[in-house]
């Protein structure tokens, strides 16, 4: 399978990455709060199959020795064809002088694991909804 990469925020479809979110039950906006999102990130990825957007990730960092990676996602008929690997290692590449932090969706852990990540003891967070956050898996 032919993918192609794109680290450019030029041209890309935001509704298809607002409905891939939504379609992988990840947290999901408007299109255009996506745009803005991404846009205003470290690093961006976009995998293309076909010129169809399949999967993305982004970074936020300081660019010196801390990066966060959010909104890693892959439609579901591409998943296990390793578009994840090749989004993670795009965006770890651009960030391999920095610590990187990231939580994955409950049931994922295994994918960041096989990649290098480890599971934090001190991780802490403050959702605006810590009540569907609660209730999809991601915190006690």
């Known amino acids: 399978m032919d993918i192609d990469v794109s680290l450019s925020c030029e041209g890309v479809d935001w509704k ?3 409905d891939t979110l ?3 039950n990840m947290a999901f906006y408007e299109p255009e ?5 991404f846009e205003a990130s ?3 990825v976009f995998a293309y199959h076909e010129s169809k957007l399949i999967g993305f990730g982004r970074a936020i960092s300081d660019g010196t020795y801390q990066a966060a990676i959010y909104d890693c996602a892959v439609r579901e008929e ?28 409950p049931g994922k852990e295994g ?13 802490m967070a403050y959702f605006q909804k810590n009540d ?3 209730r999809l898996g991601f915190i006690e």
């Not at 709060?33 to 999102?37: E, Q």
Request: contains cysteine; positive net charge.
């Open 16 to 18: 298809a990455v607002s």
């Open 42 to 44: 470290h690093t961006t």
């Open 111 to 123: 994918f960041y694991q096989s990649l290098g990540f480890r599971k934090m003891k001190t991780g």
């Open 78 to 105: 591409f998943q296990g064809k390793g578009i994840g690997k090749i989004i993670m290692n795009s965006l770890l590449s651009e960030l391999s002088h920095c610590n990187i932090v990231l939580y994955a969706s």
């Open 132 to 134: 569907v956050m609660r």
């Open 22 to 24: 939504k379609s992988v």
């Open 33 to 37: 709060i996506h745009r803005k999102a």
